[in-house]
Every structure is written in C-alpha cells, then in structure tokens.
C-alpha cells in the first residue's frame, strides 16, 4: 500500500513544487516506485517533468469532475519508477465545479483508490492555497510535509495551515500525520537564514527535517529544461541536498535497510 504525502504551503514561492518534483525523483533513484500527482493548476510539477501542458489531454480535473479512471492517465517520466499524474489551467474551476458534489472533501482520496498500479509512495503537489483542492489532498494523505523558506516571513500564516490541519485530523482524516517540516532556499551566507532556521527549529523541535535545501543554481535551472535536478547536474548540491531528504524521509519510515553510513552524502 502506498504512503500518501501531501506537500503543502498556502505560501507561495517556498519550494513547494520544487521539493515535490525532486523528491519524488530521488526516491525513484532510490529504487523507490513513486506516483507525482500535480494538484496546481499552474501545472509547474506536470512542466518540471519534460511534459508540455498544452498537449495535456486528460488530467487530474477529468478525474475530480468526471470520474476518468486515473489509471488511464498516468505518464511516465524519463525516471524509471517515477510517474506522473498531470495537472491542467481547468484546475482552477474544479473547486467551483466540486462545491455541490457528495462528499466533496473526499473526492481526491476516491481517485487515488482507484490506481492499481503498486506505488510505494504517492506525492501530492498541493496548489499555494487552503482550497478546495487542498483540502482533498490532506483528506486523502497519510501526512503531510510542509517546505519552509529560509527567509523573513517564513512563519508568517503556517499557524493558518496548522489551524487546517488540526480541522481535517477532527473532521475528515484523523490519520493526518505532519511528516516534517522542510527548509528551503537556504543561503549559508545569510545571518538571515541562519535565525530562521534556529526560530523553526526551535519552534518544531523534532518535526523538521534535518537536511536543509540550499538555494543552487542548478536547482533553479533544471525546471526550464523539464528535468529534475538528479537528471540535469547529479552531481549539484541541489541534487545532493534532495537526495539526502530522500535518504531521510525513508529512514524515518523504516523503508531503508542502507547503515547509518550510507543514509546520507557528505
């Protein structure tokens, strides 16, 4: 059975689909078999992978608004074991279209049931929202992980997706777990960086993770050739950084039999 994560942020701009792309792409290295579910209508994780939007048929609207099996939909990326369900602009009037719908919050968890395929892991790349959609897309994980920039504001409305968090564990999901909280656009240089990553610390203890994404220009360039990181400069400390969290994230789940010497690169 596959481990369902949400990647969420109503914030945009804090690596949200960066994170998902990457590390959905490092666990496919890892020998990990791992289905990328674009929940953004600005379909940014569908273009990241080398997929063109506008010859994007059928997507995950199809599957919220008109029942299309999911598993007809599915593309494969250029990553053996990593997949993709692509996202399209029609996102956008999906919350509008779901509003009188049965269920409405729980029409994603009825798609992702559907998919036969043996996936170890699901990763759901959540719109910079607390939509509809969203909403969907924790309702239908088994947690959810929540990249955080290492920049002023970093804090700034995480008590609002906490706040949303806690509704859906009451209401909808009571097996929501966070799975972590990830630093992101770190700049070493920075004193900045530096006192965010200290205050998130401080402020979630053991929830964050302890690999830090560093800000790399590679990272940054990767997403106009459509491919991520590990595929365009392996060797990048982008690439690096995310296939450490990897590393980590399957520690955490107990899906590694690697020593404690080989979970992590220098």
Do not use: W
């Amino acid at each position: 059975m596959a481990k369902i994560i949400a990647l969420a942020n109503q914030k945009g701009g804090v690596g949200k689909t960066t994170t998902a792309i990457n590390l959905a792409a490092s666990l496919a290295v890892l020998e990990k078999k791992v289905l990328l579910v674009d929940a953004d209508p600005q379909a940014n994780a569908t273009s990241g992978l080398g997929f063109d939007v506008k010859n994007v048929k059928t997507s995950i609207y199809e599957c919220l608004i008109d029942e299309t099996n999911p598993n007809d939909i599915i593309l494969n990326s250029e990553i053996e074991g990593l997949d993709l369900i692509p996202s399209h602009i029609d996102l956008v009037g999906a919350e509008i279209e779901m509003l009188n719908m049965p269920s409405r919050e729980r029409i994603l968890k009825t798609v992702l049931e559907k998919i036969t395929l043996p996936y170890d892991y699901m990763l759901i790349d959540c719109s910079p929202s607390l939509g509809l959609i969203t909403v969907n897309s924790l309702t239908a994980a088994d947690s959810v992980l929540i990249p955080v920039q290492c920049e002023y504001f970093a804090l700034e409305g995480l008590g609002k997706l906490l706040n949303t968090i806690k509704i859906i564990q009451g209401r909808l999901n009571t097996n929501l777990e966070i799975e972590g909280f990830v630093l992101t656009m770190y700049d070493s240089r920075l004193r900045l960086s530096n006192q965010v990553v200290e205050e998130v610390r401080k402020h979630f203890h053991q929830m964050v993770f302890e690999t830090i994404i560093q800000r790399n220009i590679k990272l940054s360039e990767s997403p106009s050739f459509g491919k991520p990181v590990v595929m365009y400069d392996a060797e990048s400390r982008g690439s690096i950084n995310y296939l450490n969290l990897a590393r980590e994230l399957l520690q955490k789940n107990n899906a590694t039999k690697m020593s404690n010497h080989e979970k992590i690169i220098e």
